[in-house]
């Protein structure tokens, strides 16, 4: 099983509709999650972290279920500029992991007009 | 906004041949890590480093990689011996506290390495 399993997509959405995005991560031991997101052939990008009571960032709103270890992102309004390929990303806790981020497939998005 | 800066974008290289990737962290960052993604793949983990040493390092990290800090703002990984498969974009990241503080992690542009 994939440690960060996400839904490849592609998404195709017209402007302004709103799209959710689910992940689901295997090791029990994570502690931290964020969505990042990708342009093509480009570095990834920090979007949001996800915290455990949910948060939202304008547009975005992120939901952590860790008793089903699952990760939703949502994209409310969306622009043309939405369009990227989102990761889901994971950190376990404990030993000398200073940054071990483990990285979903992600799923693609577009937004057309 | 400061960056973390990569050199060169793009290097090809011969299957045998030793590569040298540079990273110019963010100044006050005191975590680096090397990130790989193979085309149309995940990015993934490669080797975490703090305090003049490392401090975590996946399988993929074997003998042929190794990473140096030469002076306080060069990071540097080198591969000795390129293999086909070391074609990927390779990403360095830096941040502050290390995700033990849930400091994020900063990007670079990337390196796109192709062996031929």
């Known amino acids: 099983r994939k440690e960060v399993e996400q839904d490849p997509g592609p998404f195709n959405v017209p402007e302004g509709a709103t799209v959710a995005f689910n992940c689901t991560y295997s090791?029990?031991?994570?502690?931290?999650f964020f969505w990042y997101r990708q342009d093509c052939r480009k570095e990834p990008k920090l979007l949001m972290s996800?915290?455990?009571s949910g948060n939202e960032d304008g547009r975005f709103t992120a939901q952590l279920n860790r008793a089903s270890q699952y990760i939703s992102l949502l994209i409310r309004d969306s622009k043309l500029s939405d369009s990227a390929t989102y990761l889901c990303?994971?950190?376990?806790?404990?030993?000398?992991?200073?940054?071990?981020?483990?990285f979903g497939q992600g799923t693609i998005l577009t937004v057309h007009p | 906004e400061p960056e973390v800066t990569q050199t060169p974008s793009h290097q090809v290289t011969q299957m045998g041949q030793e590569v040298i990737l540079r990273c110019v962290p963010i100044?006050?960052?005191?975590?680096f890590y090397w990130y790989r993604q193979i085309l149309g793949q995940k990015v993934e983990f490669l080797v975490s480093?703090?305090?003049?040493?490392?401090?975590?390092k996946s399988e993929i990290f074997d003998d042929q990689f190794s990473v140096e800090r030469p002076d306080g703002s060069n990071f540097t990984l080198k591969i000795r011996s390129t293999k086909l498969e070391d074609s990927a974009m390779y990403f360095c990241?830096?941040?502050?506290?290390?995700?033990?503080?849930?400091?994020?992690?900063?990007f670079g542009n990337g390196t796109r390495l192709t062996v031929t």
């Open positions: 090791n029990s031991a994570s502690q931290s």
């Open positions: 996800v915290y455990s």
């Open positions: 990303v994971c950190r376990a806790a404990g030993g000398t992991s200073y940054g071990k981020l483990t």
């Open positions: 990241a830096s941040s502050y506290r290390g995700l033990v503080g849930n400091s994020p992690l900063h």
């Open positions: 100044s006050n960052h005191l975590y």
């Open positions: 480093f703090y305090n003049n040493e490392i401090s975590e």
